[in-house]
């Protein structure tokens, strides 16, 4: 395998833990206080979801990456066996000529060498991959968990102003029916003072036109009583008037009958024969 391929094998993972440290001391976003509504809540679920398969994929991808790299690590461990083989069956080439074993030997210690380092390479590879592994696994998993610990915050959030909405609308209809209550008490007030103001007008109005209808009745009494006063004064006039008519009637007669009997005395005393 070139030696440029194995350090971009190498430094991949490096990245990638990099990236996870980076993605770890990241500040969760602020929240900024605005209005929720039914459609914003919905694009934030789809948010979410999309935030999720992204990630699904990203750990999809390095889990991909890890299975390339251990397949990667078994062929290099099948190359190490057939060196090995190899390097047995160069020694006991070696066997048969000094010459042979000597370079057997030295091609055996070669190809010990090599296997050691393509072991120790595949053996860093699958590290590396196995620490890629848990570094997206970790990665993932703090996601998940300040995504969980957002939509957490986030169901606290509107469930508090629920909260503060229903307690708003209920103090707010105590209010409308304490006020309700006032007005129906003042107006309740009012009218008991109008129609006290109104049976006090009617009782005065009352008592005037009895206070009146008493004045004119001992008025028409007093007038009555003056006309019966007159009456009696008229008729005790006309009485007496008339008793003075008959008095002096009855005198005018007695004088003219003491004349007339004066006259026959005098006629008989006068002509005492005549008779």
């Known amino acids: 395998m070139p030696k440029k391929a ?19 001391r990241a500040a969760p976003p602020k929240r900024r206080k605005v209005a929720v509504s039914i459609p914003a809540l919905e694009a934030a679920a789809t948010k979410a979801a999309d935030f999720a398969a992204k990630h699904e994929a990203a750990a999809a991808e390095s889990k991909g990456a890890a299975e390339q790299r251990r397949a990667d690590a078994d062929a290099a461990r099948q190359e190490v ?69 957002r939509e957490a915050a986030e169901k606290a959030r509107l469930e508090a102003i629920e909260r503060a909405k229903r307690k708003a609308a209920e103090k707010a209809e105590r209010d409308a029916t304490r006020k309700a209550e006032r007005e129906a008490a003042r107006q309740a007030k009012r009218e ?15 008592e005037a036109a009895e206070k009146a209808e008493r004045e004119a009745a001992r008025k028409v009494e007093r007038e009555a009583a003056k006309e019966a006063k007159r009456e009696a004064a008229r008729i005790a006039k006309m009485e007496a008037s008339a008793q003075a008519k008959r008095e002096a009637a009855e005198k005018v007669e007695a004088e003219r009958e003491a004349a007339e009997r004066a006259e026959r005395e005098a006629a008989e005393t006068g002509n005492p024969g005549g008779r």
């Open 192 to 206: 008991a003072a109008e129609k006290a103001k109104i049976e006090a007008a009617e009782r005065a109005q009352r």
């Open 6 to 24: 194995k350090s971009k094998e190498r430094s991949k993972p490096k990245l990638n833990i990099k990236k996870s440290k980076k993605g770890r």
């Open 81 to 149: 066996t057939k060196l090995e083989a190899a390097a047995k069956k160069a020694k006991r080439d070696a066997a048969n000529s000094a010459a042979a074993v000597k370079e057997a030997n030295n091609r055996a210690a070669k190809l010990d060498a090599l296997a050691k380092k393509a072991r120790r390479e595949a053996t860093g590879r699958e590290a590396a991959a196995e620490r890629a592994r848990l570094a997206a696994a970790e990665k993932a998993r703090r996601e998940a968990a300040q995504q969980a610990k």
